[in-house]
């Protein structure tokens, strides 16, 4: 499990780094970024994971939303993998930026051609943290999730399939019922598929329902000008009434006029960094 | 040399108890010494001079400051086995004392010392004479080196009197060393004279052991000579007051006498003049009576005279003119005779019985030995704070001549433009110059006065000093104190009818055990509150004193303040009528029955359209946190509002307000964040049943928590430009329930 740097950059009195290195479960090169904090250097920091969303790298995160002053001030590392497999010569893989590479939905698929590289939810709850824990100066038992529209999903069924692995977790228009919208019915039945009692596995909102009730702190901001929203590919309305049913607690914003895009994220990243904050570092 | 510095200490003994010479100050710290001596002992001086007369350079007692002296001194300590040099110091000047003192010891003191002096002597007679020249000029009589010293002493300071004890006087010298001594011969003999006959059966103690002892012996001897230096000093002084006021005495008695004689003279004398005239002018008046009588009988003898020469020519006349003179001669005589001749004497020669009255000048003799009656004494200002709720120190004083057996105090309040007339006077008798007047009103003013009487009379009254009793004590109004961690407002009633001069509030840590807590005094407020800075997580007892120029009223009775968040009371003012508020104070409840809808006049203070109730909070800038208990089925809003927020408007509808509002409607919670009618869309899946409000002044913001799982709802950025308030509002029947007082969570500091 050697690490291999591609970059380091000084930001925040911290460090900004990408690694490469050979990921076991998906049997490929992948790339991460990791922010360690100017506390980093003294001491063990949580770590909070960034699941991005659709057709995003470990880049698009770590240069668009602006985090690193928060991350710095509450001493966080922010761990920052990418969104599927690379380069694995999948058929199709390429064909469509909602399907195959940049598109792995944070499933462990069980389909053929796919099953064997593109297990992102074990690569991002198992190899990952177990990487991250090895090889930085993190507290392994301090751990958060948080993501934006298929990560949003992602981070919502990594803290739900596991509680209290996860401190806390918020979203940024979370994809939040995906049996029930075009992008998700599309992706599980390709990974999982066609069984959709298997996707329930994977859904947010089905998650829920079955959630035993350890303490989970959600966070959900979601544009109110989000196209994503209208189209139907959010869903957020269901998750809200699981939750309400559950008695989840779940604090869902409508920001008034925001969209789906990175400036939304980079306005309410604050809040949302407060929140594990809040959770990390009791 | 060595006879003069035995001869003086034996003159002494003669006039002082032989005890005294077993003191030597240089035994002692010189420090301590003065203290025991605060004015210069005339007798320990005279010793000292003398024995420097001995021309021994009290230069060999810089000895131990000099470094030549104390290689010397090592020297010295070597050759006598002596551990250290200070130890030797005291040796040699114990040895001196010995020598002037106890005249038992001589022989063995002064051989033992000798080898030293002979060094010193060598080691240090040219710079000695020369110091000696500078500093003394030469040595005179004993009269003249005492000023000279004193004049050293006082150039030199204290430690120039360390010098003056170091007086070895000089010694012959001795082949050999003595290192026995014979307890009973009480001399210091050589080890080989031991066999001699004269201290064959005499009892032998080793030469050091017997310096011991002596030296023991001279201190506890020494001890209590210092003890006994002192009652004398003390007693000394004692006499010294006694001879004073004797003195005093006499001379006041003195001058009574004289006075008193010189105005029995006065009297006589002036009696003696007023005798004198009286008599002269009685001796005029008697005289003139007589004067006159002789003249009048003188005219009457000259009368009659004539008479009878007309008579007898008369007779000589012829018969005719006889008869017709006859006739007119003997009418003339017969009427002459008629009138009576006054032959009695007008003025009696004698005296009349004159008596002296001299019994004003007994008086005044029986009068010598009394007493002249006192003259007014002159009444004091009342001194500030001297002065109790219910009573004041008066003091007056008398011209010291005056003998004075009481005085009456009098006073009666003073009251403001009515005529005094009528009012109650109060007296009290005392024979102190002052008097402690008790059961007077607090806050009030008095004015005093007072006579002084003996036996002889009473004396005029003194001026009228006006005195002021202290205020009673505040009250502090308990329920309506705010508090935060780092302050707490205090209010209080004043107590006194009267206004006051000020306020002062004090206060200490409640935990800290009794006595030992500080307190802490905030002087000089104006008004009845006061904004106390305090340490959070802290209880405080808080107490307030009224003052005016007569003193500090008693402490108030104590609030208690808890400086663990913040606390505040709602403002009834403010309730709307429909709102009732429970005894504790923190319980808000909209009762099912409405009153009747009664038309409400807009007001500045109380809400009269939205059901709501406002708190005061401390107005302090800093974090203040409470919570609010709710049932999750009730419409409610809870907020900060300014304190001018339009009160017939609903909270959160303008921008004077800010809060979080819940509605319950058709099984669905409806969680708004309003602030100039406007909110946030923001959906809450589990409806708080306690909601935390945190207000951060530092920050600019004002947050709303679900307590019980910690959840944060929303934050408004508001820069209140003025001190805002809590407000509770109720939209149905229900209640809502205060926490005050409790630290922040944890959680909230994220925010």
Redesign the interface.
Known sequence: MALKEISSNKCFGGLQKVFEHDSVELNCKMKFAVYLPPKAETGKCPALYWLSGLSCTEQNFISKSGYHQAASEHGLVIVVPDTSPRGCNIEGEDESWDFGTGAGFYVDATEDPWKTNYRMYSYITQELPQLINANFPVDPQRMSIFGHSMGGHGALICALKNPGKYKSVSAFAPICNPVLCPWGKKAFSGYLGSDQSKWQAYDATHLVKAYPGSQLDILIDQGKDDQFLSDGQLLPDNFIAACAEKKIPVVFRLQEGYDHSYYFIATFIMDHIRHHAKYLNA | MEEEAGEEPGLERSTAPKDFHFYHMDLYDSEDRLQIFPEGNARMRREVVQAEMTKEPREAIKVRAQRDLEEEVNELAHLYGLEDDHELGDEFVGENTLRMGISEYPPYVMRRREPAREQRDWQYSGETAETEDLSFGGWGSTGQCQDLREAYRYTRGRSSEEYECYVIPEEEDEEEAPDIFCVTCKTPIRACEKVLDEHKEHEMTPLNKALESAKDEIHKNMFKLEKQIIEMENFASHLEEVFITVEENFGRQEQNFESHYNEILETLAQKYEEKIQALGEKKKEKLEALYEQLVSCGENLETCKELMETIEEICHEEKVDFMKDAVIMADRLGQFLKTKTDVELSAQPDFEDQTLDFSDVEQLMDSINTIPAPSAPVINPQVPNSATGSSVRVCWSLYSDDTVESYKLSYWPVTDGSPQEDQAEFTVTVKETYCSVTNLAPNTQYEFWVTAQNRTGTSLASEHAVYMTAPSPPIIKIREIRSCEEAALICWESGNLNPVDSYTVELTQAEVPEGSGVTESIVGIPTCEALVQLQPKQSYMIYVRALNMGGPSARSKPATVHTTGSCFHLNKDTCHPWLTISEDGFTIVRSEKKTPARELLPSNIQFTSCVAVMGNLIPVRGRHYWEVEVDEHLDYTVGVAFEDVPKQEDLGSNCHSWCMRHTFASSRHKYEFLHNKMT???????PPRKIGVLLDYENSKLSFF?VD?????HTFICQPHQFVHPCFSLGKPGCLKIHNGISMP??VA??
């Open positions: 946030p869309d923001i959906r809450v899946t589990v679900n799982i910690s959840q944060h709802l944890n959680h994220f925010y």
